[in-house]
């Protein structure tokens, strides 16, 4: 059974950095479609930008794109979002989810708050 664990989430100021990870055990995320998704209080949740299994192509949702960068480290079994020019509409806590064959799976979040 897959299991996701997210890390580094916290407080950063406006134009800050942050990078997140997701390390997956019980199965090999090279496997995997890997998503990272976001809900900021009182919003539904929205995918920020996924990397694919088939041929690592990548994903950004225009709110992010040109700031975030999302990576994989098959070694470390581990995908990555790195965040930068963070602003205060980034604030939400951050979910991995992995795909494939239909089946989903999701951490539990880390919760990024990014103000002054």
């Known amino acids: 059974q897959l299991q996701l664990v997210e890390s580094g989430g916290g407080w950063v100021q406006p134009g800050g950095s942050l990078r997140l990870s997701c390390a997956a055990s019980?199965?090999?995320?090279?496997?995997?479609?890997i998503g990272w998704f976001r809900q900021a209080p009182g919003k539904e949740r929205e995918e920020v930008s996924c990397?694919?299994?088939?041929?690592?192509?990548?994903y950004y949702a225009d709110s992010v794109k040109g700031r975030f960068s999302i990576s994989r480290d098959n070694a470390k079994n581990t995908v990555y979002l790195q965040m930068n020019s963070l602003k205060s509409e980034d604030t939400a806590v951050y979910y991995c989810?992995?795909?494939?064959?239909?089946?989903?799976?999701w951490g539990k979040g880390t919760l990024v708050t990014v103000s002054s």
């Open positions: 990397i694919h299994s088939s041929d690592g192509t990548t």
């Open positions: 989810n992995a795909e494939s064959s239909g089946r989903y799976y």
């Open positions: 019980g199965a090999t995320l090279v496997d995997y479609t």
